[in-house]
C-alpha cells in the first residue's frame, strides 16, 4: 500500500511536474555518474510521472528497457500519457512487494525512500532482483540544507515547518544526509555518492513557488498534527508573501540537496 503523504491531486502532480523540472541536470548528473549506461535493463521504484524513468531511458537507449513502478494509479496513468519511449513502460504496485520474473541491470528510485517506513528492506528486496554485479542507485533529499541566505523569518519558518510536517507523517526529510548507509545496509558493496543542489539567482520565481507548493501538498498534515492553521498559512497568498519577504531582506533560497548514493549486488 501506498504510504505517499502528498497525495496524487492536480495541485501536487502540478508540484511534482516543477520539481521535476529543477531537478533534471541534477538526477541526470547523478545517473550517469552512478554508472547507469547504454543497454541496461532498470527498475525506478516510485516513478511518479515518469520523469526518472524517461532521464534513465535517454541513458540506456532503445537498447535497454525501464520499468516504472508506483502504487497510486492516477502517478502510473499520468505517467504513461507523458511518455511516448517504446522501451519506457510503467506498472503499478507497491516497492515494498513488487517483483519481476526477469533480473535487472540496476534499480533506481528518487524521491522515494524518504517517504517509506523501512527504506533498507526496501532496498534489500529489490537488490535481490538485479543480477549480481548490477547497480543500486538512490537518489533523494536532504531538506536539511534548506535555508535562505541572509536569514528571513517567512522563509525559515516555513522550511521548519515543513521538516516538522514531514516527520510527522513518518517520513525522513534528511534522509539524504544517511543514504550510502541505507544503500549500504540493505546489502550493496562498494558504496558512494555525492550530494548537489541547483542554487537560485536572487529574485528567482522557482524557490518561492516551490517552497509554497510543497507546503500546500503538506497543509492537511500540518493542520492535522496541529502544527500551524490553515487561517496562519493563508495558502492563497503564500507564495506572493514568500516573494515580497525575500526580496525585501535580499535573501536568495537555498534548495535542498539532491544526494546520490549507489552501490553493486555482490
Ligand atoms: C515524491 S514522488 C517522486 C516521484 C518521482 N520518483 C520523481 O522523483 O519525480 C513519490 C512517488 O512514490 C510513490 N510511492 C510512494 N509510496 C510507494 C510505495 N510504497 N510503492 C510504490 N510507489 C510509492 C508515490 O505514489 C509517488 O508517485
Redesign the pocket.
Known amino acids: 500500500?501506498?504510504?505517499?503523504s502528498?497525495g496524487?491531486q492536480d495541485p501536487e502532480l502540478a508540484r511534482?511536474e516543477l520539481?521535476?523540472e529543477f531537478?533534471d541536470g541534477p538526477?541526470r548528473l547523478l545517473l550517469a555518474q552512478s554508472g547507469i549506461a547504454a543497454g541496461m535493463r532498470v527498475l525506478?521504484?516510485?516513478?511518479?510521472?515518469?520523469?526518472?524513468?524517461r532521464a534513465v531511458g535517454d541513458l540506456v537507449g532503445l537498447g535497454g528497457e525501464v520499468v516504472?513502478?508506483?502504487?497510486?494509479a492516477?502517478?502510473v496513468a499520468a505517467a504513461r500519457e507523458r511518455t511516448t519511449e517504446p522501451h519506457v513502460h510503467f506498472v503499478?504496485?507497491?516497492?515494498?512487494t513488487?517483483t519481476d520474473d526477469d533480473p535487472f541491470d540496476a534499480v533506481v528510485?528518487?524521491?522515494?525512500l524518504?517517504?517509506?517506513p523501512d527504506p533498507a528492506t526496501?532496498l534489500r528486496h529489490h537488490l535481490a532482483g538485479i543480477r549480481p554485479g548490477g547497480r543500486i542507485v538512490a537518489?533523494d533529499y536532504d531538506i536539511g540544507a534548506i535555508r535562505c541566505d541572509p536569514a528571513e523569518p517567512l522563509s525559515t519558518r516555513l522550511g521548519a515547518l515543513v521538516l516538522a510536517a514531514f516527520r510527522a507523517v513518518g517520513a525522513d526529510p534528511t534522509i539524504g544526509a544517511h543514504l550510502q548507509d541505507i544503500v549500504a545496509s540493505a546489502g550493496a558493496e562498494a558504496v558512494t555518492g555525492l550530494g548537489i543542489a541547483p542554487y537560485l539567482p536572487l529574485g528567482s520565481p522557482t524557490g518561492p513557488a516551490m517552497l509554497a507548493g510543497v507546503v500546500r501538498s503538506l497543509a492537511p498534515a500540518m493542520v492535522g498534527h496541529g502544527l500551524v492553521t490553515l487561517e496562519q498559512l493563508d495558502l492563497d497568498t503564500l507564495e506572493r508573501r514568500i516573494s515580497e519577504a525575500l526580496e525585501a531582506s535580499g535573501s536568495v533560497l537555498v534548495p535542498p540537496n539532491l544526494v546520490g548514493a549507489w552501490g553493486r549486488r555482490p
Open positions: 500500500m501506498s504510504t505517499y502528498l496524487s511534482l520539481q521535476a531537478l538526477t525506478d521504484l516510485g516513478s511518479g510521472l515518469g520523469h526518472v524513468s516504472g513502478l508506483d502504487a497510486d492516477r502517478m503499478q504496485g507497491d516497492v515494498a513488487w528510485g528518487r524521491l522515494i524518504f517517504h517509506l526496501a537518489l
